[in-house]
Each structure stands twice: as C-alpha cells, then as structure tokens.
C-alpha cells in the first residue's frame, strides 16, 4: 500500500479548493495559517493551540487571525483597482463593512484600522449598530451608510452626525422615512445626504434567493423612487440624493444573478440622473460569496472570483453611464462576508469516541441457538465477491427479523446481543469486500455510513456555528494535526449539548458536488488531545450564536504574525456559568443561597456530613465562576 502523505491529506479534505492560499499542511503534519495568502511565513496551528492552552486559554476557542483581514481589504481594493485602471473608469471603488456581520469590537477595531488606506466605511442596519459605528468611525474620507428600519432618533443622530465630519449617508428603505428626514433637515438647518435603495426584479439564487426580488423586505419600488424624487424636487432638495442603493442577496453562488442585478440596478442609477439627480456613489450591496466548499456548484460555493465580480462590477456601471452620456459614479460595496469569513478558526477537543461495534471474542453459536443466529453466522463464513450483493441485502433481512423476534418475545436479551455482535462484524466484512468494488459502491457507501463512528466533541454547534444547524451551510471541517498519518475512520461529529441536533454529519466531499454524511478521522490513541478546526467562521456565526443548553462564548484570541513567530494581541475570555445564568435572570447570591439552604436542611436530617456540605459548596461556587464548557478531562 502507497505510503500516506501530507498532499493526500490536503486532496481528501480540499484544502486548496477552499483554503484560498491562506491554509495548508506543513512538513510536520499540522495545518499552518498563512495570513498573507502563502506570501510569507505561517503559523502552525497545532503548536498555537497547544502554546494558547499553556498560557491557560481553554478548549474550545475561536482564534482570530487580523493579518487574514488586512489580505481581504487588500485582495478586493486591488481587484477593483485593477478593473477601474483596466476599464479606464472615472470613478472611485469605496468598501463598506456592514457590522451586523460580526459586531465583535475588537473585529471592528481591526477593520476601521486596517482599512484606513482604502477608506474602508462602515454599514450599519439598526439604531444600535449606528451608535457604534459613530463612536468608532472618525474617518471622513470613508462612508458611513445607515440602513434598516429608521426611527426619528436614529435619522436625527445621523444627520446631526455630519457636523462631526463623518460622511453620512441616510438611505431611505420605506417612504415613510423620507419625510422625518426632511423635518430633521428643517430643524437642524441642513441639507441631508440621502440614499434611496431599490427593490429590484431581478431574484438572487442561492440560499438567501427569497430575500430579494420585487417581494423583498427592503427597499423602494419604482413608482416609489418616483414619488421620492418629486418629494425632493418639491422641497427643492434633490441634489441631497447622493447615493442609489440595491442588494441581490447574500453569498451569491452564480456570477450570472450578479450580473443581471447589475444591469438592472445601473439602469435605475442612469434613469434618476435622467430625473435631474446628481448621485454620486452607486452601492451595489453585499453578495460577493465565499467558496465554503470549494465545489463551484453548490450554495456553499461561488463559480467565480472576486477580480471576476469587480470586473463585472465595473464593467456594467461603466457601459450603462457611457450609453447615456454620465459621468462614472463612486462604487460602493458592502462584502462583509468575503472580507471576515477566512479571519477565524474555531478549535476543539475530542473527548471521547463511540463506535457501533466493540468486539471481544467471536460469540459462538450452539445448535440450540435460534436459527436467526445461524442465518448470520452463516453470511458472515460464507459471504464473497460473488454473492456480497445478495448476502448484504440478507443481512439487513435478518437484522430486521431480530428486532421483531425480540419485539415478540422470542428472542432473550442474550441471544438479541449476540445477533447484533455478529451483524456489526459481517457487515464490517462486506464494507472491506466491496470497497475495491465500483460495481458495488452504493453499498459501500451505505455501510460507511452505517458504521460510522461518533466523535464527541468539546464544543456546541449552536453557539459557534449556528449555519451547520440552521439552514445547513457547509464549513471546512478537519482534524489540524497527524495529518502524515492516514484517517481510519469514519465519523460524524456530536457536540456536547443534549441535543439530537447537535451534530455536524455534512462535510465536504471532493469527489462529489453532493457533501458526505462522514468526515474521515484518525483513532484517538489516548497519548495526545485530538483536536479538531472548523474552518471559515467569521461571517454571522458569532453573532448568531445560541446559549442551548447554557453554553456561552468561548474563549477568543487575536493572534498577529511577526517576522519570527507570533503575537497575541487580545484574549477574550469566554462566558462563565455566572455570566450565562444571569442571562436568564439567574443571581449568583440567590442561587447560593438556596443551595446552602438546601444544605443545611439535610445537615440536620443526617442525610450529609459537614465535610461533605464544604466540599459540595466549593464545587457549587467553583462551577458558577467556571468556563461553561468542559475542563480538566486529562
């Protein structure tokens, strides 16, 4: 047999499909982070996790990687650049991050600092997100654009918001919002920078299809722009609509559904510059998508990239403005997702592992035994590559006789165990005949997944990653060391909350646009943690996070390259149980104190010793300072 390798590694688990440069294994087996997208040194992720738990940063933790970031502002400033340059186009390409995408302070610290050189703004979509972002964002030569539904207080403070020098844009999604902007206008004395966003016709595809279109939550329809703009004209402020807004949708699979956009949001902007506004800025939203599974076909994928997407980007506004005689517009773009999903990497640990068969001795079958147990046994001696469809078809026969026969009373506990020892073994049997197989490989990959394992894992699916659960989004999942060592096993992976739905059993398949029920994965051979990554987390999941079952945040970490290693630049410690229970309306003193109540009751019963009740409330007030998660399974 062909000796494994680190490249046979990166092909099985696809790597260079969705690693966009910026993940690969080294030398020693461990998956490294190159943060400047294979242009410098990385940082070996196993030897971090390992040196992060030392500095006493406990499993599972989100490590987020800034240096990711600054490659993605830069990757996509370039790209447009290059396209603008290409095209000869007049206008300006301007980034804006829309916060709702991960709202993480830190996270947004980072964006507004490294994306200083490229006027990198800021989107906001509710009165809260708004106050951040004005207390974040200084730099007026980058756009502060505010969407969602708008109060008068949120258009008051943005307005107001413009005489501290930061270029406001109030983006009108309802008519409703128009005339509280002209009141705000009158009572400040100023002339607001208004947006109007148009719903268009032209429907997304992709998961998030049904968000766009003419039904679509948000936006103007034409015969509201229209209505719009008389209001303008009549209140003698129209040259106050600075930017036309619209949005296809998020994570755009097909470049096709950008472009038909495209065209239909660039007609809007020429037919309201035709109506006598001057708008400066086009904003073309969100929808730069991010090849999660690296297929090329699926929702979690995109067949194209990001210089395609600028250079379609430019290309269609360019081509309308020139048909009507228009100067080029600014280019905006709100591609939260492409800018922070590659930035963060969530680790975990495996604690345990559950396999269907556990063999001991071979169970032996005495003429006494029913004659089910004889039925398998003989499959089991007997089965070939000449008979293996036929015997595989027999065995699921007899194990469904078995549940029924003890359902019925004929069969005893004892003889029900021994058939199903015997049934994981011949089927263990058939998986390794028709494994070389083709003819037979639907069988095969029934009895892989039949006879997959279950890896627990220190984490919960629904606080680090919502998207698995919730609409079945597919995240690059792999194990980040012994990567030289050949996976022997297939398995799903069970979180640690009591919840059925707390599994991950669709990974990336290579070989298939179709992902697979089972991820391969080494035995655990008790010498080491085996620790696992889910790759691409940093758009939304955060965010989105759930507390099923009391699990909080975990402990997060800022990690930054160097020229000879690396640093820590922030340590995030997850929730403590204190931190969630108050979530909940749960107080520290008053659960103690039941508690102790409790305690004391008993006491007096009998029913507990004094050193007992000291030990018992240590450990009650430890817990309720400790990490939600599992600790000190060694």
Known sequence: MEEWSVQKSSELYGIEKWGSGYFAINKKGHMSVYPRRGNGPGIDLHQLTNELIARGVRSPMLIRFPDIIQSRIELLSNCFAKAISDCGYQGRYLGVYPIKVNQQRHLVEDIIRLGMDHSLGLECGSKPELLIVLSLMSNSNALIICNGFKDHEYIETAMLSQKLGRNTIVVVERMEELPIILEAAKKFNARPKIGFRSKLGTKSSGKWKDSSGSASKFGLTPSEIVKCVNILKSNELLDCLELFHFHIGSQIPDIQVIKSALKEGARFFSELNLMGAKIKYIDVGGGLGVDYDGSGTTYSSTNYDEQEYANDVVAMVQAICDEKGLSHPHIVTEAGRSLVAHHSVLIFDVVGKNSMAQFGEFPPVSKKDHKILHQIKDIFENVSTSNVNEFYH??????????????????????????????????????????DLSENEEIY??????????????????????????????????????????????????????????????????????????????????????????????????????????????????????????????????????????????????????????????????NISQPEVKLLMKNFEAGLTGYTYLEDLE
């Open 445 to 606: 990959l029934s009895l892989q997944q039949l006879l997959s394992e279950t890896y627990f894992c220190n984490f919960s699916v629904f606080q680090s990653a919502p998207d698995f659960w919730a609409i079945e989004q597919i995240f690059p999942v792999m194990p980040i060391h012994r990567l030289t060592e050949q996976p022997d096993c297939q398995g799903k992976i069970a979180d640690i909350t009591c919840d059925s739905d707390g599994v991950i059993e669709s990974f990336i398949d290579m070989a298939s646009s179709e992902p697979r029920k089972t991820l391969p994965l080494h035995n655990l051979n008790g010498k080491e943690p085996y620790f696992i990554g889910i790759f691409l987390l940093g758009a939304y999941q955060e965010i989105l996070g759930d507390l099923h079952n009391l699990f909080g945040d975990t402990d997060a970490v800022h990690v930054t390259l160097l020229p000879n290693g690396y640093q820590v630049d922030h340590l995030v410690e997850g929730d403590s149980v204190e931190e969630v229970l108050s979530y909940v309306e749960y107080r520290k003193s008053e659960i103690i104190d039941s508690m102790r109540r409790s305690c004391e009751k008993s006491l007096i019963e009998g």
């Open 394 to 435: 027999d065995l699921l026969e007899v194990r469904n006789d078995c549940i029924q026969l003890f359902t019925y009373g004929v069969l005893s506990l004892e003889e029900r165990a021994k058939v199903e020892e015997l049934f994981w073994r011949t089927a263990y049997r058939i998986k390794d005949i028709v494994k």
